[in-house]
């Protein structure tokens, strides 16, 4: 595998369910973010992690957890989404000292049902 | 508050140039990144200004003008292959791993 994965792909939940999105990076990077991508609006980063600590918050609900094990593998828990929280999940890495310069996964479609 | 303005649509025809612009208004800068996506696809890194001046990648050009707050990404001898939407980004401070998305511009190439 190269560069960026991400699974699953697609994904239909309940509100009450809980499911994890994971993230993994092939690139020997030390900064891993997960961004929200929804239709007719920016890129929101959620969560930043440089060198395995979490860096950045966004002012993210609760109901969204992540999970950063190790450099490689970045993972973001779910539970108890709303039906607004459907969107494409995408999840990023780069060296932390170049991170205008970032590669992408190619996301996980989020439905929230 | 911060914000990366964007033309919402661009198009063009094969072979021509293409201007895509980005202002931005953000509390602190520290460079200027474009990227690409294409329908269904994840976002690609274009390129990037530190500095002011054009950087140039191929076909892909980018400029920036820090006293302008302005950039822009140009394409030349469009092909059908560069429908996708353009994204530009700030990195908004020094030590920050963070960037500021525009709002993207769909650019479409017709024949």
């Known amino acids: 595998e190269t560069g960026v994965t991400q699974t699953p792909r697609h994904l239909v939940m309940g509100m009450t369910n809980k499911k994890s999105l994971k993230c993994e990076q092939h690139l020997g990077h030390n900064a891993m973010y997960w961004y929200k991508q929804s239709a007719k609006k920016p890129l929101e980063l959620m969560f930043v992690?440089?060198?395995?600590?979490?860096?950045e918050n966004n002012s993210v609900p609760s109901r969204f957890s992540p999970e950063c094990p190790n450099s490689s593998h970045l993972f973001l828990h779910l539970h108890t989404l709303q039906p607004e929280d459907s969107a494409l999940y995408l999840c990023a890495s780069s060296q932390r000292e170049k991170a205008y310069e970032q590669y992408f996964g190619p996301g996980t479609r989020l439905t929230v049902t | 508050g911060q914000s990366l303005e964007q033309p919402s649509e661009v198009t063009a025809v094969e072979g021509a140039i293409v201007q895509i612009n980005c202002t931005y208004q953000?509390?602190?800068?520290?460079?200027l990144s474009w990227y690409q996506q294409h329908d269904g696809g994840a976002p690609t890194f274009l390129s990037y200004n530190g500095l002011d001046g054009l950087e140039e990648t191929g076909r892909f050009s980018s400029f920036l003008s820090r006293s302008d707050s302005y950039g822009y990404l140009l394409l030349q001898e469009l092909q059908m292959k560069d429908s996708a939407s353009y994204f530009c980004a700030v990195r908004d401070g020094r030590n920050t791993d963070k960037l500021i998305f525009g709002t993207g511009t769909r650019l479409q190439v017709f024949p």
């Open positions: 953000t509390s602190g800068f520290y460079g």
């Open positions: 992690y440089s060198l395995e600590e979490r860096v």
